[in-house]
Nanobody
C-alpha cells in the first residue's frame, strides 16, 4: 500500500544542479529512514545519502559537500539537492524508504528510479 514517487531527474550540464524529490504515500505508521541510491549499468547500486527519523545524515564520500539530503516529515517527502554535478553522477537514482505500517511491521520500499544525466 506504500508508494514512493520520484521527480526532478533530467539532463543537466556539468557544474549544474538538480533537486530530486520523493514522496511516500499509503499506509504509513512511521518512516524510520529515507534515502537515495544510484545505479549505473554494469555497476552495483550504491548509497548516495540517507536521513533517519532522528535526523542523522549519511553521505557517500563521492557526494559530500555537493549533495544535501533533507526531509519534510509532514509531507513524507525526502529531497536530494545536487549541486556541482559531475559526469560521474550520471545514473538512475532510486528513492528508498524504511517504512513501518504498524509497531511491529516494517518494509523497505523503492521508488521507480529517475534518470539523472550530466553532460560534460
Amino acid at each position: 500500500q506504500v508508494q514512493l514517487v520520484e521527480s526532478g531527474g533530467g539532463l543537466v550540464q556539468a557544474g549544474g544542479s538538480l533537486r530530486l524529490s520523493c514522496a511516500a504515500s499509503g499506509s504509513i505508521f512511521s518512516i524510520n529512514a529515507m534515502g537515495w541510491y544510484r545505479q549505473v549499468a554494469g555497476k552495483q547500486r550504491e548509497l548516495v545519502a540517507t536521513i533517519t527519523s532522528g535526523g542523522s545524515l549519511n553521505y557517500a564520500d563521492s557526494v559530500k559537500g555537493r549533495f544535501t539530503i533533507s526531509r519534510d516529515n509532514a509531507k513524507n517527502t525526502v529531497y536530494l539537492q545536487m549541486n556541482s554535478l559531475k559526469a560521474e553522477d550520471t545514473a538512475v537514482y532510486y528513492c528508498n524508504a524504511d517504512i513501518k505500517s504498524s509497531w511491529y511491521l516494517s518494509y523497505d520500499y523503492w521508488g521507480q528510479g529517475t534518470q539523472v544525466t550530466v553532460s560534460s
